[in-house]
T-cell receptor, first 114, second 115 residues
Framework: DQQVKQNSPSLSVQEGRISILNCDYTNSMFDYFLWYKKYPAEGPTFLISISSIKDKNEDGRFTVFLNKSAKHLSLHIVPSQPGDSAVYFCAASGSKTSYDKVIFGPGTSLSVIP | DVKVTQSSRYLVKRTGEKVFLECVQDMDHENMFWYRQDPGLGLRLIYFSYDVKMKEKGDIPEGYSVSREKKERFSLILESASTNQTSMYLC??????????????FGAGSRLTVL
């Protein structure tokens, strides 16, 4: 039973438009959420995170929104660029400040079309 | 440039062989992890270690063991490889505590094929 779900295996977006990647979780004890980006033949790299005390965190073109009541988060990429084409993994943990097992979702493959 | 290095990018082994996957990090991180990545399943934790000679089982430890004799090195061992262990294996590390504790730095991965 997956605790972190990404229900869209793939997504295609035109260059310059907004990409919205969604993630749902089932464990209400999760306190810290992260997005990782993975290119083929490379390991995942950390992209952006959000703590449960916030509902939004922004870093340049990337914004993560958290809706705790719905157990839902989303990653917005604006504007989308061809270099953003990658697999995006949503992840969740029980703590921001001390290690607690990080649970990953299955990933969403984003294609940004020039 | 800080790094997690996995010694083998591609391996092909036969059923029943013993397989060693090596991982070295140069960030002085306390935590080290082994994940496997399979299509549709994401990254699943096999084992992790928070200190030298310490290890904890993850979600799918069956068929695997690990060794951490030095802080910078974490090895994954498949005692008798089976075809269902064909996968991408990812090593990662992180700090023990503080804001970086759950921000993992990953290696490039080791693609293992068991015939």
């Amino acid at each position: 039973d997956q605790q972190v779900k990404q229900n869209s295996p793939s997504l295609s977006v035109q260059e310059g438009r907004i990409s919205i990647l969604n993630c749902d979780y089932t464990n209400s004890m999760f306190d810290y959420f992260l997005w990782y980006k993975k290119y083929p033949a490379e390991g995942p790299t950390f992209l952006i995170s959000i703590s449960s005390i916030k509902d939004k965190n922004e870093d340049g073109r990337f914004t993560v929104f958290l809706n705790k009541s719905a157990k839902h988060l989303s990653l917005h990429i604006v504007p989308s660029q061809p270099g953003d084409s990658a697999v995006y993994f949503c992840a969740a943990s029980g703590s921001k400040t001390s290690y607690d097992k990080v649970i990953f979702g299955p990933g969403t493959s984003l294609s940004v079309i020039p | 440039d800080v790094k997690v290095t996995q010694s083998s990018r591609y391996l092909v082994k036969r059923t029943g062989e013993k397989v060693f996957l090596e991982c070295v990090q140069d960030m002085d991180h306390e935590n080290m992890f082994w994940y496997r990545q399979d299509p549709g399943l994401g990254l699943r934790l096999i084992y992790f270690s928070y200190d030298v000679k310490m290890k904890e089982k993850g979600d799918i430890p069956e068929g695997y063991s690990v060794s951490r004799e030095k802080k910078e090195r974490f090895s994954l061992i498949l005692e008798s490889a089976s075809t269902n262990q064909t996968s991408m294996y990812l090593c990662a590390s992180s700090l023990l505590g503080g804001p970086g504790a759950n921000v993992l730095t990953f290696g490039a991965g080791s693609r293992l094929t068991v015939l």
